[in-house]
């Protein structure tokens, strides 16, 4: 009685504070295609006669405004985002409507997004609760003006015997990392920071040595000749060919390191592409192009994938007219427009579009990191593996811990995690 | 005698009736979250399922008190505050004494002083991590045109906790001083000129007259800061995540990482039980302390 | 030669230490004229100086509104907690209201981490229908300055006053008027502190401010927290901001001005 009482004192019971029919309330975090659906809403608006009011919160503190919300019955958002991270443990939790009934009686076509996307922010176990919003895959910023340099090829071929050309395999790229570091400039910058910057940096380098998360039975398959090597060449590089403090690197660290012209390369967010090319942010505007990371073979992508999906809660005020939304933003001529002001895009049909191609050369290299990319493990405890892998990763680029026995560790956790979500029998 | 009787039991009632307005609304908001988190504390509460199904008794103490992480990040911040409350009071004792003796600038001297007070500590930490940066920062350029090497200020396992607690006396050294400048303007002034009248040196009247008198204000701020500091939260979040390594690793941020990362609130509850527990103790320890003295 | 370096010292003890509090503050402001490429830019340059950081934060971002909301919900709920507190704390430190217990049980709440409190807060002020609204905002506020405000007072009510209220009751003051006029002036400097403090503390709450606000409540530490986008960190609009939202400082300087005179000189009135 008084547990029922107090739970629903505490969460169960509410009263809805939120929305007239007219508007939609949407929790956003601040990225740059928040600010692209910002520019377009007036249109949405004129068309349908619903009102958007769009909350921006900081992305990292966005899982804790979002909880309480989803806890109770009636919240005050209509439509949210989220974060491949918390996909499992919304599902699981139940606080995510399905789609699929909304998606069927529209004839929404979902098949017009990158399988991989939809695997990701799309449907769990065969059920829709997302349209992929944008990806933020991981990509290598590269220099071109080093790689066209002269002087710089010549040495190369001296030094290696091979030509100086943006990397094929893995093995290439760490030994351009090697021959870039030097007079004052560095092979490469790392964001070494906890949890997940290194998390999903180093995930890029597993993948480029051949190395997965886990097998099909979800036992974990960390502590490999993949993982070590993987974690080796991740210490060597933060320790040797990096800046000093890139153990410590957020990405945006990491990235004015970039922008300042003082690396020679950078794994990170896709998005990063759009902003090297802004003059108020970068000295190197022009100078830098992207690829997929590059894997053991030429032609093998070992990017990691990565993207938010709009989702409308169980708690929603309005859910029909959040479908209305999440319908017109996801339309292809909304997501043209705001691929178009540079953001990420989700869909082929954007990726193919001839006009958003003439405006950005990179789309089919964006188009090819997708398609050749690896998704980090989606389940209940996605954000304890980041935080556990994080911690561990850190300790040994810190020499606290070897690469073998922090790999071990994570190996440990993510098994014990892996068997209480049930994805391990 | 009667008299006497009927003055008490008026005080008395003085005395609730000027304290009930703010007992009633502390009720009315706080009391339930309390109750709801020890409550929480003795459940098998997740976010995954959350409900009281579950009675644990102290299985999540147990568990809490078994994870040499927990242990560890309960060390570090007993450190961490051990060395922001030192040196934010011995450095704000001498500033407020200082303004306390002058009469020009004064307000100007206040008015700087307040205003990192007036930041918030995510802004703190994103200005610092600017002003830090290893190869970019302002900090390590000057450091560097003066002769100094390069410092690895948040990158080291060593060097981050420091940075951290520099940091944090440059955001709150401030708040000591207006509190114990306050302390200091309250005094009253017949000893002081007694003792002029007797020939004390200026340290005989601060450890026999202000020191004494300005006890019972000084153990207030040192407990209200210390409270504060060991929730410090923000600062770790936006500067270090706790790394590099676990060198960072704050009790706070470690809660909110159980609770929110690990989705495990009642293992939450009975850590931030146990901080609780330490936090009085020290506050009774305190308490009887300074009632000794008056 | 001994006055006179009485009189310095101190001022260079203060001065030295202003500028080291000051030194990151002009940073900021340099900070805030320029773009993030000059901005990290070492050696440092000058770089085309402007004011484009101060229109970006009023035209891309609601920044009148968060500053107004910080502003209003910070003096609410501090005119609110002081009278409440001083009271509170006047009866713990004269008359022992509740004894030993009640006054550690009031702090007590204060003393667990807000973000096992945040989760319950929420589900109270759902249940009474105030989320996302100002008011649940200063009602939260006043739950975390009440408890610190009123233990901080206490200390300024102890010692030597109670003789001073006595000799104002043998000379025929009740109760009410030895506290508003003997006891409140007494602790005059010890108020205006507490309330500089509860000030301090509603402006700079982050954490109940996300849970609970809304788009039309967010306040400046919840907005500006949200320029550390994905993408990065806006660091010169951020600065910008940073610079507006000290300007309550400037406004309380004719105020500090008088009322730190002021309550010194009440001070030595006893």
């Known amino acids: ?425 | 005698m009667n008299q006497s009787k009927t003055m008490e039991a008026a005080d008395r009632r003085f005395g609730w009736f000027m304290s009930a307005p703010s007992l009633a609304l502390l009720l009315a908001v706080i009391l339930f979250p309390v109750f709801w988190a020890l409550f929480t504390s003795v459940h098998d509460y997740t976010l995954i399922a959350p409900n009281f199904d579950t009675f644990t008794g102290a299985e999540n103490y147990i568990s809490a008190i078994q994870d040499p992480a927990f242990r560890h990040s309960l060390g570090l911040t007993a450190f961490f505050v051990a060395a922001v409350v030192l040196f934010e009071f011995l450095l704000g004792f001498i500033v407020a004494l200082m303004l306390n003796s002058v009469e020009r600038f004064k307000p100007i001297y206040y008015g700087i002083l307040l205003c990192p007070l007036l930041m918030n500590p995510v802004i703190v930490g994103l200005i610092w991590r600017m002003f830090l940066h290893p190869s970019l920062g302002i900090v390590n350029y000057l450091l560097t045109v003066v002769g100094f090497e390069p410092v690895n200020w948040l990158g080291s396992t060593q060097m981050a906790i420091w940075t951290i607690i520099m940091v944090d006396i440059w955001h709150q050294v401030s708040f000591m001083i207006v509190l114990l400048l306050a302390g200091l303007s309250a005094m009253p002034k017949e000893p002081y000129e007694a003792a002029r009248v007797d020939g004390a040196r200026v340290y005989q009247s601060f450890f026999y007259i202000t020191l004494p008198l300005m006890m019972p204000v000084i153990i207030v701020t040192l407990l209200i800061r210390m409270i504060f500091a060991v929730k410090t939260y923000d600062l770790i979040y936006i500067m270090t995540r706790g790394g590099p390594g676990v060198a960072t690793d704050l009790v706070s941020y470690s809660i909110y990482r159980t609770a929110f990362v690990s989705l495990n609130v009642g293992e939450a509850s009975a850590m931030s039980a146990i901080l609780l527990g330490f936090i009085l103790l020290l506050t009774v320890y305190l308490y009887r302390y300074m009632r000794s003295l008056t | 030669m001994n006055r006179l370096a009485k009189k310095i010292v101190p001022h260079i003890i203060l001065t030295v230490f202003s500028l080291i509090i000051l030194m990151p503050l002009v940073w900021i402001v340099r900070v805030s004229l320029t773009d993030k490429l000059t901005a990290y830019k070492i050696p440092p340059e000058i770089g085309t100086l402007g004011l484009n950081n101060y229109v970006d934060i009023f035209e891309r971002f609601p920044f009148v509104t968060w500053f107004a909301n910080s502003f209003i919900i910070a003096i609410v709920s501090t005119a609110i907690a002081l009278p409440l507190a001083t009271a509170m704390a006047y009866s713990f430190a004269r008359l022992n209201t509740g004894g030993a217990l009640l006054r550690l049980g009031v702090l007590a709440s204060q003393m667990l981490p807000p973000i096992i409190l945040v989760l319950p807060l929420f589900g109270v002020f759902l249940f009474v229908g105030l989320t996302q609204s100002r008011v649940s905002l200063i009602v939260a506020h006043l739950s975390i300055s009440l408890p610190f405000l009123s233990w901080m007072l206490v200390s300024f009510f102890e010692g030597d006053m109670a003789r001073l209220e006595e000799a104002a009751r043998v000379d025929g003051a009740s109760r009410w008027q030895a506290f508003l006029l003997v006891a409140v002036p007494v602790a005059a400097p010890g108020i205006l502190a507490a309330g500089l403090l509860g000030f301090i503390l509603s402006w700079n709450e982050f954490l109940f401010v996300l849970v609970l606000s809304g788009p039309g409540t967010q306040t400046l530490p919840v907005g500006l927290a949200s320029l550390e986008t994905h993408a990065g960190v806006e660091i010169a609009p951020l600065a910008a901001a940073t610079v507006v939202s000290l300007l309550p400082v400037f406004a309380l300087l004719p105020f500090l001005r008088k009322h730190l005179i002021k309550g010194l000189s009440l001070g030595a009135l006893k």
């Not at chain 1, 309330?25 to 520019?39: A, F, Q, R, S, W």
């Not at chain 1, 760490?174 to 490469?188: A, I, P, R, Y």
């Open chain 1, 1 to 425: 009685m008084l547990k029922q009482s107090l739970l629903s004192l505490a969460l169960a019971t509410g009263l809805s504070t939120a929305a007239h029919a007219e508007s939609v309330n949407i929790l956003m975090e601040g990225v740059p295609d928040t600010e692209y659906v910002k520019t377009l809403l007036p249109e949405f608006t004129k068309e349908t006669g619903i009102e958007v009011n769009l909350e921006v919160v900081n992305y990292a503190e966005m899982h804790t405004k979002l909880v309480p919300q989803l806890l109770a019955s009636k919240g005050s958002y209509s439509a949210i985002v989220v974060d491949f991270y918390w996909v499992g443990e919304f599902t699981k939790a139940g606080w995510l409507a399905p789609l699929d009934d909304m998606i069927k009686a529209d004839n929404f076509d979902t098949s017009v997004y990158v399988p991989k996307m939809m695997d990701l922010v799309g449907q769990v176990d065969g059920v829709t609760y997302m349209l992929p919003f944008y990806n933020y895959a991981m990509g290598l910023l590269y220099r071109t003006d080093l790689l066209e340099d002269e002087a710089n090829k010549a040495a190369y071929l001296e030094a290696t015997g091979m030509e100086l050309a943006p990397p094929k395999t893995w093995g290439e790229y760490l030994e351009q990392v090697k021959f870039f570091t030097k007079d004052g400039m560095h092979g490469v910058v790392n964001q070494g920071l906890r949890p997940d910057p290194i998390a999903m940096e180093w995930s890029n380098y597993l993948f480029a040595n051949g190395g997965e998360f886990h097998d099909a039975d979800w036992n974990a398959t960390l502590n490999t000749p993949a993982g070590v090597a993987a974690l080796e060449q991740y210490k060597t590089n933060v320790n040797e060919y990096g800046p000093l403090g890139s153990a410590s690197f957020s990405f945006d660290e990491a990235f004015n390191v970039m922008a300042q012209g003082q690396a020679y390369s950078y794994i990170t967010y896709n998005f990063f592409r759009t902003a090297i090319d802004d003059p108020s942010q970068s000295t190197v505007a022009g100078k830098v192009e992207i690829m997929p990371v590059p894997g053991q073979e030429p032609g093998v992508g070992a990017s990691l994938n990565g993207a938010w999906g709009w989702a409308i809660p169980k708690s929603s005020p309005n859910p029909e007219a959040a479908w209305t939304f999440l319908k017109w933003v996801e339309s292809k001529k909304i997501a043209k427009e705001r691929a178009m002001q540079g953001g990420s895009p989700t869909r082929i049909d954007v990726f193919d579009d001839a006009d958003l191609n003439a405006k950005f050369d990179y789309m089919g290299a964006m188009k090819d990191m997708l398609l050749t990319s690896h998704n980090f493990p989606v389940f209940t405890y996605t954000p304890q593996l980041v935080e556990v892998l994080g911690r561990e990763l850190s300790l040994a680029v810190a020499d606290e811990a070897t690469p073998a026995d922090a790999l071990a560790a994570v190996e440990a956790e993510m098994n014990e995690l892996a068997k209480k979500d049930g994805k391990q029998k």
